[in-house]
């Protein structure tokens, strides 16, 4: 049992379409992020929430647009993507942000494949 | 910038056996965390073992332990009586200590438990 749970747990959209990828955590923490997993690449962070204030975005298409409603939730909200966005999207939170004897927590992640 | 570069794509080890994966990382800086996560097949990448390089006692967990060379920027991780639940992509990471929560992971290796 995760305590951070990622809804869907995959997903496949059009170029098109407009979806959102759902992230809740159970643990009580303050701050949460978005990473990207791609094949044979190292995993890249795509933004920080503490105390569901955005404090980073490392040079994320607008594509990818984050809301963060509560320190327990966590939105990426997808559209007009494109083939090479498909990758596994995870969600992790840590207990606090910057300080480093607050490890990671990680969801399962959701598949997203964009036909 | 950071780098972490883990040069075996894969590793495979009979059960029971030892295995070490290897790792090493670029960095100007003097204080930084180096993190062992493993992503099994269920996706969640779960935090291994984690080493501060202040600290020159190599960090140890049940059957896991690093071989952290600060000179040399290698932090190999080494699996003792590897069991069939080892089986995962195992990455290695880097954060530096001077208030960035940015974690820079290297690529993966693969490792798998012959029975």
């Known amino acids: 049992e995760t305590g951070v749970t990622q809804t869907p747990r995959h997903l496949v959209m059009g170029m098109t379409n407009k979806k959102s990828l759902k992230c809740e955590q159970h643990?009580?923490?303050?701050?949460m992020y978005w990473y990207k997993q791609s094949a044979k690449k190292p995993l890249e962070l795509m933004f920080v929430?503490?105390?569901?204030?955005?404090?980073e975005n490392n040079s994320v298409p607008s594509r990818f647009s984050p809301e963060c409603p509560n320190s327990s939730h966590l939105f990426l909200h997808l559209h007009t993507l494109q083939p090479e966005d498909s990758a596994l999207y995870l969600c992790?939170?840590?207990?606090?942000?910057?300080?480093?004897?607050?490890?990671?927590?990680f969801g399962n992640g959701t598949r997203l494949t964009v036909t | 910038a950071q780098t972490v570069t883990q040069s075996q794509p894969e590793m495979s080890v009979q059960e029971a056996e030892t295995v070490t994966l290897s790792c090493t990382y670029d960095?100007?800086?003097?204080?930084?965390?180096l993190f062992w996560y493993k992503q099994p097949p269920s996706r969640q990448m779960i935090l291994v073992i984690r080493?501060?390089?202040?600290?020159?006692q190599n960090a140890t967990e049940n059957r896991f332990s690093v071989n952290f060379q600060k000179a040399a920027k290698s932090f190999s991780l080494k699996i003792s009586d590897s069991q069939l639940g080892d089986a995962a992509m195992y990455f290695c990471?880097?954060?530096?200590?001077?208030?960035?929560?940015?974690?820079?992971f290297g690529t993966g290796t693969r490792l798998t438990i012959i029975p």
């Open positions: 960095t100007s800086e003097s204080d930084y965390y």
């Open positions: 643990l009580g923490h303050n701050a």
């Open positions: 990471a880097y954060r530096s200590d001077f208030g960035n929560e940015k974690l820079t």
């Open positions: 080493q501060e390089a202040y600290k020159q």
């Open positions: 992790a939170s840590s207990q606090e942000y910057r300080q480093n004897n607050s490890p990671l927590h």
């Open positions: 929430y503490n105390f569901k204030e955005q404090t």
